[in-house]
């Protein structure tokens, strides 16, 4: 089915200990999204790429790197876990072509539950 | 931090009756759009709504916006018990989409 595609879906880190979330979409969608999900917080936007070879800084990027390998692909990076970082990511894409439009829905992949110990 | 702020924060009504969300923003949109989250899932867009528009409507779900008071109301007419989930506004202004904390729904059978 098409659509956005996460992994891995769960995963437990020590913390200090580093790594990338994976992210595809087949849809040819132009931009791309991480969000964290946290209780009571809603969701919360950490980087976002407008198009392949572009990131940007949203909400909360401290801690984070993102690499947009290529149109279809997003990956999200965690240098060095802390607790305060466990969280649910979700990967999102739209076809909005300019920086900034936002006049499109956004896909989302299925979410990847991260608990840092 | 968060643009739009969902009221009520849970709803729980019987399985044929409507569900009206009410979502308030802050500053000046592009657009507003609501999303459904079924537990453990991912979020799934449901409609978007234009700055310039005043109602729109898809299927049993009814949006309206009201540019002057800052806020939108989404309305589910006849409620299935499917319906149960969470429920976000989004509001796109300044190159992001901004979520609210959003909202439960419960729709008992």
């Known amino acids: 089915n098409a659509g956005v595609t996460q992994t891995p879906k769960f995963q437990v880190l020590k913390t200090g200990q580093s790594m990338t979330l994976q992210c595809a979409q087949d849809?040819?969608?132009?931009?791309m999204y991480w969000y964290r999900q946290d209780p009571g917080m809603g969701l919360r936007l950490i980087y976002y790429?407008?198009?392949?070879?572009?990131?940007d800084k949203g909400e909360v990027p401290n801690g984070y790197n993102v690499s947009r390998l290529n149109k279809r692909e997003f990956s999200l990076r965690l240098e060095s876990a802390a607790p305060s970082q466990t969280s649910v990511y979700f990967c999102?894409?739209?076809?909005?072509?300019?920086?900034?439009?936002?006049?499109?829905?956004?896909?989302f992949g299925s979410g990847t539950r991260l608990t840092v110990v | 931090s968060q643009q739009g702020e969902e009221d009520p924060q849970a709803l729980s009504i019987q399985e044929g009756e409507n569900a009206t969300m009410n979502c308030s923003y802050k500053?000046?949109?592009?657009?507003l759009q609501w999303y459904r989250q079924n537990s453990g899932r991912g979020l799934v867009h449901l409609i978007l709504?234009?700055?310039?528009?005043r109602e729109k409507h898809s299927g049993r779900l009814r949006v309206t916006l009201d540019t002057s008071k800052k806020s939108s109301s989404l309305l589910i007419t006849a409620s299935r018990a499917a319906d149960t989930a969470s429920y976000f506004c989004?509001?796109?202004?300044?190159?992001?989409?901004?979520f609210g904390k959003g909202i439960t729904l419960s729709v008992r059978p």
């Open positions: 500053t000046s949109i592009n657009n």
């Open positions: 989004a509001t796109g202004a300044n190159s992001k989409l901004t």
């Open positions: 999102a894409s739209s076809p909005a072509k300019v920086r900034g439009e936002t006049n499109y829905g956004y896909t």
């Open positions: 790429s407008a198009s392949e070879g572009t990131t």
């Open positions: 849809m040819n969608h132009n931009s």
């Open positions: 709504i234009r700055s310039n528009e």
